[in-house]
């Protein structure tokens, strides 16, 4: 029987919509009727918690940062929130302290920690996909290369590292991937958001010309292209833009996404 898989959300900076993109697959996820947890690794700017508890906090007892300092099973700190938006498979999340302590603490981590913390995802893969049985694990990682995007890599089957068309952030992905990704011989693909709606006025030919550019500048495939939509940057992040908009042409984007990465 084939095992799920893990799937890392990364970037080389903030503001590319990792967050977004990462919720809203996870959220397709589930919605097909897979077993899901999407688990928050971004320790420097955790964002899910708005998204999924509107800033209260009272009910969660722990964080994923309380599971990578031996303060509880993973089990405690995954809440399941199939009930509540009604999916056809299991929907869980795991969610990153905000609080500015939490913050703090997770900043002043060394490396020896680090390397403790990258054999605790290693075994979490095991006990997500083996024994919990999920189907598909997705990591909300730390933009750039940091110790805890990097430990979220290494322990993931495929890398979705997300970027807009900004010069900035082709560039930063670029470096990205050819200084860490490539070293690690992982499956990885690139995700264009917010791409500029003219492109999409282009030819088709044009179009691919482009897209073939990028794949040859980044040694990597472009998974999809996702233009900047508007309502998209509008929408609350209290919410799940996919749940709430399954016809967007940004949800359906995600959902061939989705069915790609489900390939082998």
Same mark, same amino acid.
């Given at each position: ?5 893990? &799937?890392?959300?990364?970037?080389? =900076? ?46 969660? *007892? ?6 990578? $300092? ?60 083996? %024994? ?37 952030? #082709? ?13 690690? *011989?992982?499956?990885?693909? #690139?995700? &264009? ?18 897209? %073939?550019?990028?794949?040859? $500048? ?10 900047? !939509? ?7 992040? +209290?919410?799940?833009? +996919?749940?709430?908009?399954? =016809? ?6 995600? !959902?061939?996404? +989705? ?6």
């Amino acid at each position: 029987m084939e095992m799920g898989k893990v &799937i890392s959300i990364h970037s080389s =900076r903030g503001g590319t919509g990792k967050s977004l993109i990462a919720v809203n697959l996870a959220a397709i996820y589930a919605s097909k009727g897979k077993k899901v947890s999407l688990l928050d690794l971004d320790f420097r700017a955790p964002s899910l918690s708005t998204v999924f508890n509107g800033g209260s906090y009272k009910f969660i *007892e722990y964080w994923t940062n309380d599971f990578l $300092n031996d303060r509880c099973p993973i089990e405690d700190a995954l809440i399941d929130l199939t009930e509540k938006y009604g999916t056809k498979g299991k929907f869980m999340v795991g969610l990153a302290n905000p609080s500015l302590k939490a913050i703090r603490e997770m900043m002043t981590k060394d490396r020896a920690w680090e390397m403790k913390a990258l054999k605790k995802l290693l075994a979490l893969k095991t006990t997500l996909l083996n %024994n919990i049985k999920i189907d598909y694990v997705i990591y909300d990682t730390s933009p750039g290369i940091q110790y805890s995007s990097i430990n979220a890599v290494v322990s993931s089957d495929i890398s979705l590292v997300v970027s807009t068309l900004d010069f900035l952030d #082709v560039e930063g992905v670029r470096h990205m991937l050819s200084e860490l990704y490539d070293a690690f *011989e992982k499956r990885t693909v #690139v995700l &264009i958001n917010k791409a500029f709606p003219e492109h999409f006025l282009w030819s088709k030919e044009r179009q691919n010309e482009l897209l %073939n550019q990028l794949k040859e $500048n980044l040694g990597h495939p472009i998974v999809g292209v996702i233009p900047c !939509y508007c309502d998209v940057l509008q929408s609350t992040r +209290a919410s799940i833009f +996919a749940f709430e908009n399954p =016809r967007h042409p940004f949800t359906q984007a995600l !959902y061939e996404i +989705a069915d790609k990465l489900e390939s082998p």
